[in-house]
């Protein structure tokens, strides 16, 4: 498959969850999006346009642990952003996978956030 086509339907499925998936002050987005090497999550209010709290593998204190963009580091992640979450006061939370599938590293990370504390 040619990449601009590959490109062409990951952002129609990114609109399709979009459609269907938005954040409020009270029960902010969680959007996760896995690179090559990193990892980045946010929590979104989409009605004041504001992210309430924001981690991804480059952050200075897990930047010590060597997180990779694989299953091992995206629970790690997972349990960092429910801890950083829940201190900004965020429990209930909106789970946008930005065009992902639902397995492998995106599930991990979402089960990590759940025994973090966060509420999907």
Known sequence: MKTIQKAKLLQKRKWRIRKKVSGTAARPRLSVKFTSKHIYAQAIDDEAGATLAFLSSLDAELRKQNLAANL?????????????????????VVFDRNGALYHGKVKVFADAAREGGLKF
């Open 72 to 92: 091992a580091g995206a629970e790690a992640l997972g349990k960092a952003f429910a801890a950083k979450a829940t201190a900004a006061g965020i429990t209930d």
